[in-house]
């Protein structure tokens, strides 16, 4: 990142704008706010997953088609939330939605194999690099069971993961994500804190932190963990951190892991459930070239319907297959699921939507680049693939520590306001990024950035 004159943001104009931004959204979703309330009498909070709150009221959504949604009110906006990057294929897809309803009268669920669930581990057997499959039913169940099987496989019960990364809602890795900052301890030695209440203290312990683009922090931290007779089972990662915005892997970052964890007999597993099928055909295994011995898929996967997968070598699936560890669950492979993901990974996921993605998430990019620059933001445009964010931070972020150091919550949460309101619909939370649909287009890309240059204006005028 190079560096450059950027301007001091007035505090008072950003809290005087989030004002105006959050009266006139408030305004718009007066249906939201009418079905909020009926919502929070049955439904814990209002909303299915705590993920989907927001103050004062969050959104509810009727319909989406392509590039677009519509809310309960018949606001309309571009989505570049797309349900957290789980609908690049876009919504609707005609292909998707064939294949659904084709299998809709079929039959819906036996728990018995299809060969639709065949075909998918095939594609994915090609694309990911990694020969054997076997599915679940979101990104939590996948990261659960690849931690399970990978304990399995080793005899191991530590677990090595990156501090700040988040991989589901599960006890084995619901450790050191969004703590209270000045409490993580030293780099080399982070503390292991649960992300909430209700985590066993037993099971925190035997999730151990390490900083992300710091392989000489982690082999430090893995030796002195084999020192302690506590040696690792698997390092979990995700090959580009996509929830704090997003940190790329710095040169030779991914390779070093991969060299140091072969070198020491640890399972390597790429968590993909973001990245997967989002900044490639084959995930961050084709985007950055570095063969995990593990991968674990959701989101995308199931173009919408929920589904998740877990690939891995040969040897290490052998711990399932001679049922020494049990992956299991009554929907693994649902026929609708698989039906899906059949049709997205052979009609729509092709290799010339992932040109169209890189076309324009480069536009989108280079546009939002432009404005930080027009307007001298400290910040900067970051991504890959279908995924991208602008980072409002001074300096360039590579872990966490950097990231609470430097990132602009309060230029987040205006931004966030400014899209809304301007019918753009953007992924909730200081942490997240924009994810693409195959649907967008150029007008789309070009709209997301004028609404940009809209409150980069404002801010500095
Ligand atoms: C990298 C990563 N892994 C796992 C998960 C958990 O996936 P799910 O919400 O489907 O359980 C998420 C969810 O955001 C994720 O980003």
Same mark, same amino acid.
């Given at each position: 990142?190079?560096?450059?004159?950027?301007?001091?943001?007035?505090?008072?104009?950003?809290?005087?704008?989030?004002?105006?931004?959050?009266?006139?959204?408030?305004?718009?979703?007066?249906?939201?706010?009418?079905?909020?309330?009926?919502?929070?009498?049955?439904?814990?909070?209002?909303?299915?997953?705590?993920?989907?709150?927001?103050?004062?009221?969050?959104?509810?959504?009727?319909?989406?088609?392509?590039?677009?949604?519509?809310?309960?009110?018949?606001?309309?906006?571009?989505?570049?939330?797309?349900?957290?990057?789980?609908?690049?294929?876009?919504?609707?897809?005609?292909?998707?939605?064939?294949?659904?309803?084709?299998?809709?009268?079929?039959?819906?669920?036996?728990?018995?194999?299809?060969?639709?669930?065949?075909?998918?581990?095939?594609?994915?057997?090609?694309?990911?690099?990694?020969?054997?499959?076997?599915?679940?039913?979101?990104?939590?169940?996948?990261?659960?069971?690849?931690?399970?099987?990978?304990?399995?496989?080793?005899?191991?019960?530590?677990?090595?993961?990156?501090?700040?990364?988040?991989?589901?809602?599960?006890?084995?890795?619901?450790?050191?994500? &969004?703590? %209270?900052?000045?409490? *993580? =301890?030293?780099? $080399?030695?982070?503390?292991?804190?649960?992300?909430? !209440?209700?985590?066993? +203290?037993?099971?925190?312990?035997?999730?151990?932190?390490?900083?992300?683009?710091?392989?000489?922090?982690?082999?430090?931290?893995?030796?002195?963990?084999?020192?302690?007779?506590?040696?690792?089972?698997?390092?979990?990662?995700?090959?580009?951190?996509?929830?704090?915005?997003?940190?790329?892997?710095?040169?030779?970052?991914?390779?070093?892991?991969?060299?140091?964890?072969?070198?020491?007999?640890?399972?390597?597993?790429?968590?993909?459930?973001?990245?997967?099928?989002?900044?490639?055909?084959?995930?961050?295994?084709?985007?950055?070239?570095?063969?995990?011995?593990?991968?674990?898929?959701?989101?995308?996967?199931?173009? &919408?319907? %929920?589904?998740?997968? *877990? =690939?891995?070598? $040969?040897?290490?699936?052998?711990?399932?297959?001679? !049922?020494?560890?049990? +992956?299991?669950?009554?929907?693994?492979?649902?026929?609708?699921?698989?039906?899906?993901?059949?049709?997205?990974?052979?009609?729509?996921?092709?290799?010339?939507?992932?040109?169209?993605?890189?076309?324009?998430?480069?536009?989108?990019?280079?546009?939002?680049?432009?404005?930080?620059?027009?307007?001298?933001?400290?910040?900067?445009?970051?991504?890959?693939?279908?995924?991208?964010?602008?980072?409002?931070?001074?300096?360039?972020?590579?872990?966490?520590?950097?990231?609470?150091?430097?990132?602009?919550?309060?230029?987040?949460?205006?931004?966030?306001?400014?899209?809304?309101?301007?019918?753009?619909?953007?992924?909730?939370?200081?942490?997240?990024?924009?994810?693409?649909?195959?649907?967008?287009?150029?007008?789309?890309?070009?709209?997301?950035?004028?609404?940009?240059?809209?409150?980069?204006?404002?801010?500095?005028?």
């Amino acid at each position: 990142m190079a560096q450059r004159a950027v301007v001091e943001i007035d505090r008072k104009r950003i809290a005087e704008l989030t004002e105006r931004e959050e009266a006139k959204l408030n305004e718009s979703t007066q249906g939201s706010k009418r079905l909020f309330e009926r919502a929070r009498r049955s439904l814990t909070g209002g909303v299915p997953s705590s993920y989907h709150l927001r103050d004062p009221w969050p959104i509810y959504l009727a319909e989406g088609k392509g590039p677009r949604i519509w809310d309960v009110d018949g606001n309309e906006m571009l989505d570049f939330h797309n349900g957290f990057g789980s609908m690049v294929q876009g919504h609707a897809h005609p292909a998707i939605t064939e294949a659904v309803e084709t299998r809709l009268r079929l039959g819906t669920q036996f728990a018995a194999p299809t060969e639709d669930g065949v075909v998918v581990a095939e594609h994915l057997a090609e694309r990911f690099r990694l020969p054997k499959w076997r599915y679940t039913n979101s990104g939590s169940e996948s990261t659960m069971d690849a931690i399970r099987i990978a304990r399995g496989f080793t005899g191991r019960d530590t677990i090595v993961k990156i501090f700040g990364s988040y991989h589901g809602h599960h006890d084995y890795v619901m450790v050191s994500i &969004g703590v %209270p900052y000045d409490r *993580i =301890g030293d780099r $080399e030695t982070y503390e292991s804190l649960p992300y909430g !209440e209700g985590i066993p +203290q037993a099971v925190v312990d035997m999730t151990v932190a390490v900083p992300f683009n710091d392989a000489g922090a982690m082999e430090r931290r893995i030796e002195r963990l084999i020192e302690e007779d506590r040696k690792p089972a698997c390092v979990i990662m995700e090959a580009a951190m996509m929830n704090l915005g997003i940190v790329l892997p710095e040169p030779g970052y991914l390779e070093a892991v991969r060299e140091l964890t072969e070198r020491h007999g640890i399972v390597l597993v790429f968590d993909e459930v973001k990245t997967g099928l989002c900044i490639a055909g084959g995930g961050a295994v084709e985007r950055f070239g570095v063969q995990p011995d593990m991968i674990t898929l959701a989101k995308s996967l199931g173009a &919408g319907l %929920p589904s998740g997968a *877990i =690939g891995a070598t $040969e040897e290490i699936m052998q711990v399932v297959e001679n !049922e020494r560890v049990y +992956q299991v669950g009554t929907f693994n492979g649902n026929p609708a699921s698989m039906a899906a993901a059949r049709a997205g990974l052979e009609q729509v996921l092709t290799p010339e939507a992932y040109e169209h993605l890189d076309a324009l998430n480069d536009r989108l990019m280079a546009g939002c680049e432009a404005v930080v620059e027009k307007y001298s933001l400290p910040g900067y445009a970051v991504g890959v693939g279908a995924k991208g964010c602008v980072t409002f931070s001074p300096e360039k972020i590579v872990d966490y520590e950097t990231f609470k150091a430097n990132q602009d919550g309060e230029l987040m949460d205006l931004a966030w306001l400014y899209n809304m309101n301007r019918g753009i619909f953007m992924t909730p939370g200081r942490e997240e990024e924009w994810t693409l649909s195959v649907t967008h287009s150029f007008d789309d890309c070009d709209a997301f950035v004028g609404v940009f240059e809209e409150m980069a204006h404002d801010l500095t005028a």
